[in-house]
DNA sequence: GTTGTTTGTTGTAATGATTACAATATAAAA
DNA sequence: TTTTATATTGTAATCATTACAACAAACAAC
């Protein structure tokens, strides 16, 4: 079981006190938060640390595969330490983000009791045809 | 078969030569602008239109069911007349978006010839069972 | 260890999409 | 018409994120 320091030194991160702090708390409060809601709460364990730190940190993590964003159109970003393939419900009336236990194909039908679903949507990312050809 | 000026008035909207051109450049170009490629390429034609207008028109055509807009994680938004069930491919290459027929269900299957998937997500909305509770 | 080099942290200043707002104009209702 | 409601326009905020430069901490070579 790889430890903090561990995870940054095998991808080739120097570990900082700022990168453990941020990546336990993604760890432990599996909060999906915001930046900013990172950097409040840390703020009293970390006085000097600054709201660019965060965004560079969480950054290094979405390149190192220690995290990912999630864009639920709110008009700012989310992170998520668990990287293994699960689906996100976002809960239009408390903003509350829920972790569904299910990969992103089969939702809708196995949501969790009294959850109802208004709108879903899923997000292609790749490389077209012509692209493709293009890179030979 | 209606034209946009009944489109308008059968949902409340007050008809506009703005909100004529805007719809009828969605359902010519089909082709998922933003709201500036909107405003650069109206502006030949209505030399007064403000982004503005753009902005509040394709507010108000998704309130109305007239339009849906996408996010592609890009920092700004795109906008689809078309608003039967379908879904989109976003090329990471060169940042065009293609329409792909079928249902946000089993995409990966069944891509167009030469499409690669890199990254697909879907974001589901609702309503979490503690505010449906205390809704009632 | 010490020195030099690379990488990380911090604060402030841009950036850029979107929204707020107030003035003007246009459409609908009376 | 006259009045009332809604749209358009331009400018000024807003606000998440990024750029940048100074400083600091980690690493490597000696």
Request: charged letters at 25%; hydrophobic letters at 35%.
């Amino acid at each position: 079981m790889e430890n903090a320091i561990q995870k940054f030194q095998n991808r080739g991160m120097r570990p900082s006190i700022q990168r453990a702090k941020i990546l336990q708390y993604l760890l432990d409060k599996r909060n999906h938060p915001t930046v900013d809601l990172i950097y409040q709460e840390l703020l009293p364990e970390l006085p000097t640390l600054s709201r660019t730190t965060v965004y560079n940190t969480l950054d290094a993590f979405c390149e190192n595969g220690l995290a990912i964003h999630l864009d639920f159109g709110e008009g700012f970003l989310r992170y998520d330490a668990d990287t293994t393939p699960h689906s996100h419900f976002f809960c239009k009336c408390c903003q509350k983000v829920f972790d569904l236990e299910i990969p992103p194909e089969d939702i809708a039908s196995k949501l969790p009791k009294g959850f109802v679903i208004q709108e879903s949507q899923l997000y292609a990312f790749g490389v077209c045809e012509e692209c493709n050809k293009a890179k030979l």
